[in-house]
Structures are given as structure tokens and as C-alpha cells.
Nanobody, 116 residues
Framework: QVQLVESGGGLVLPGGSLRLSCAASGSAFSINLMGWYRQAPGKQRELVARITRGGSTTYANSGKDRFIISIDDGKNTVYLQMNSLKPEDTAAYYC??????????WGQGTQVTVSS
């Protein structure tokens, strides 16, 4: 089992920045991929970015050139640095982890609101 705890959400002005963190515990050693998804009201959950243990990254077009995902293997923590935030980035952001056995785990979510 893997437990994921997110932090770092909040209210930010358009053009501002936030950094989300997601700390994994439990069988974190078995994780080979971590990522961030988001879900706005009335919309489906969508990929924001993901990163493998080896550092290979994938970004959705919506966050490319504005968001940076990184991983600290020693702390079993993944970060999402979000810059130049827009109102359309408003959503609940969920951390995701996948293990070598392809089991998937979700965090509880953290709210990001971009508004003036």
C-alpha cells in the first residue's frame, strides 16, 4: 500500500505561482511513476504532468512551458511548480502514484483557485 499526502494548494492571483507537494509513504519504494491530475467542477479528471523515477517527464499541453514537475527520490516526494497561473487552472489537484506492479494510488486532493 502507498499513502499520498498533498499540500501547497490555495488561492492565487492570475499570473501568480504555486508549488504543490506530494509525499508518499508506505511501500513508496515500489513506486516507479508519480504525477498530478486535476479536476474542475463538471469536468473529467485530466493529466497535468507525470514523472518517472528516472526523471522522464510528460506534460499536458495546458501546462507545458508553465508547469514543472520534479521528484525527490530521497524524500519520496513529487513537486509541481505552477507559474503564470490562469483562472482556467482552477481545479482540485490530485497526486497519483503507480507501482512496479501497476497498482495506482491517489491522494485526497488539494484545491487550487486562481482568481482576482
Amino acid at each position: 500500500q502507498v499513502q499520498l499526502v498533498e499540500s501547497g494548494g490555495g488561492l492565487v492571483l492570475p499570473g501568480g505561482s504555486l508549488r504543490l507537494s506530494c509525499a508518499a509513504s508506505g511501500s513508496a519504494f515500489s513506486i516507479n511513476l508519480m504525477g498530478w491530475y486535476r479536476q474542475a467542477p463538471g469536468k473529467q479528471r485530466e493529466l497535468v504532468a507525470r514523472i518517472t523515477r528516472g526523471g522522464s517527464t510528460t506534460y499536458a499541453n495546458s501546462g507545458k512551458d508553465r508547469f514543472i514537475i520534479s521528484i525527490d527520490d530521497g524524500k519520496n516526494t513529487v513537486y509541481l511548480q505552477m507559474n503564470s497561473l490562469k483562472p482556467e487552472d482552477t481545479a482540485a489537484y490530485y497526486c497519483y502514484a503507480q507501482t512496479l506492479s501497476t497498482n495506482g494510488y491517489w491522494g485526497q486532493g488539494t484545491q487550487v483557485t486562481v482568481s482576482s
